[in-house]
């Protein structure tokens, strides 16, 4: 072989190739070849000499061309994101640990550390709890019910659901459902502490839960969401009210991990029910709603819930919107997800029962309620959704209107 197509398998050999796609791969690449053309003997001459076999024009013609693809994948497939990725990356894990701060009633951020187990379908929280770090407060879920310890007082407030408020599971649902309300956008960028590249998912939407936005981070490489921030407003305006800047998933976590330890001393009190101020505006609609004229509210309220289901179960959602005000800016796409999700095992397809009245309260509009519903999917998943019923007086005539679910929904295990 000639001199000159030896220097070229010289040239060659010295540049280290990786096929696996990084972000960093362009300086890599520019860094070897340097690195590379530095350690070839110092003549005036090199790139004349190398050029002139016809058989070397060609090889460098090829590296040329390897060279320019390597850059194109290493720029473009570390940049690659879709939601769908992120699901499928978090079907793997069933666990999480975060840490951030929450802001309290006063406005002032409080650092805390939150552990979440998901339940079977990867949808909800099934064990939950989260802990202030510097004053010592607990929120914890078991057998279906929410807990707060607060020390300063040496009292447990408990509410018989499981509130969105600690057991939200982040995992593919969620993150389906942020991406699918109206307006959602991403931004591509960098975390200016690594230089790792991210993708941030920003959404917004009106709840039974009052307004929210979120902003979500995922790496791009491992497809996880890094950090989330949810505001109690539209346009993440101010702080937000919960801040996870470190997550990390895990495929389980042993039960011990959630057992809480309280002054056996403690008094427990029930919470009252509730609803959110903000939602008032909607449900004093006098269009939405139905009749309650001549019901009790036990007749009403399982009435207008019977409706409810069978509106969702057909998917018309503009009876839905209607029996539920506080959904009538969420469109049919968004709707069809929170309600089906994009499984068909997970699809609502039966009423399995209407409970009574379990809890009640009052707002500005009136008295409102809680009753347990029993609902059945394609797949035979049973489970509880606990719902708020809003009575009103509007124009001297008695209606009722759905305010929303009163925690989130529980598998029923069989």
């Not at 990725?85 to 805390?112: N, R, S």
């Not at 389980?252 to 505006?281: C, M, Q, R, W």
Request: net charge neutral.
């Amino acid at each position: 072989m000639i001199d000159d197509e030896k220097q070229f398998e010289n040239f060659v050999r010295d540049i280290k190739f990786d096929d696996n796609p990084d972000y960093s791969h362009r300086d890599k690449l520019e860094q070897d070849l340097l690195a590379a053309i530095q350690t070839q003997p110092r003549r005036v001459n090199i790139w004349r000499t190398f050029m002139k076999s016809r058989i070397s024009q060609l090889a460098a013609a090829a590296v040329i061309l390897i060279a320019a693809l390597y850059l194109l994948i290493g720029n473009s497939g570390p940049t690659a994101w879709a939601i769908e990725q992120t699901i499928e990356a978090l079907k793997g894990y069933g666990a999480v640990y975060m840490t951030g701060t929450v802001t309290d009633k006063y406005g002032a951020q409080k650092p805390f550390e939150m552990w979440l187990k998901a339940n079977k379908s990867r949808t909800l929280s099934k064990d939950a709890l989260l802990r202030i770090t510097d004053s010592g407060v607990l929120m914890w879920v078991a057998d279906g019910n929410t807990y707060t310890y607060i020390p300063q007082n040496n009292t447990v407030y408990s509410e018989n659901a499981i509130t969105a408020g600690v057991a939200r599971w982040p995992g593919p649902f969620t993150f389906k459902l942020l991406a699918t309300a109206e307006g959602t956008k991403t931004i591509r960028g960098k975390d200016p502490e690594t230089g790792r590249e991210q993708v941030t998912l920003l959404s917004s939407l009106i709840s039974s839960l009052g307004p929210h936005s979120y902003s979500v981070k995922f790496d791009v490489e491992t497809k996880l969401p890094v950090e989330i921030a949810r505001w109690n407003n539209m346009d993440r305006r101010g702080e937000p009210f919960f801040y996870a800047r470190k997550i990390t998933y895990y495929e389980n976590l042993p039960d011990s991990v959630f057992a809480v330890d309280y002054p056996a001393g403690a008094a427990h009190v029930e919470k009252e029910l509730t609803i959110p101020e903000s939602s008032i505006g909607l449900l004093a609609d006098p269009c939405s709603g139905i009749s309650a004229e001549g019901l009790s509210q036990d007749d009403a309220a399982r009435l207008l819930l019977k409706q409810f289901y069978q509106a969702a179960i057909n998917d018309d959602y503009n009876k839905f919107r209607k029996l539920c005000p506080t959904a009538s800016t969420m469109s049919n796409e968004f709707l069809r997800y929170f309600v089906h999700g994009d499984d068909p095992q997970y699809r609502v397809v039966e009423i399995v029962e209407i409970g009574h009245i379990c809890k009640e309260g009052f707002s500005k509009l009136g008295p409102i309620v809680a009753v347990p519903c029993i609902v059945k999917t394609k797949g035979g998943i049973v489970a509880e959704d606990k719902m708020i019923v809003q009575f009103r007086n509007i124009g001297g005539r008695a209606s009722c209107v759905l305010q929303g679910p009163y925690g989130l929904l529980r598998e029923i295990e069989q």
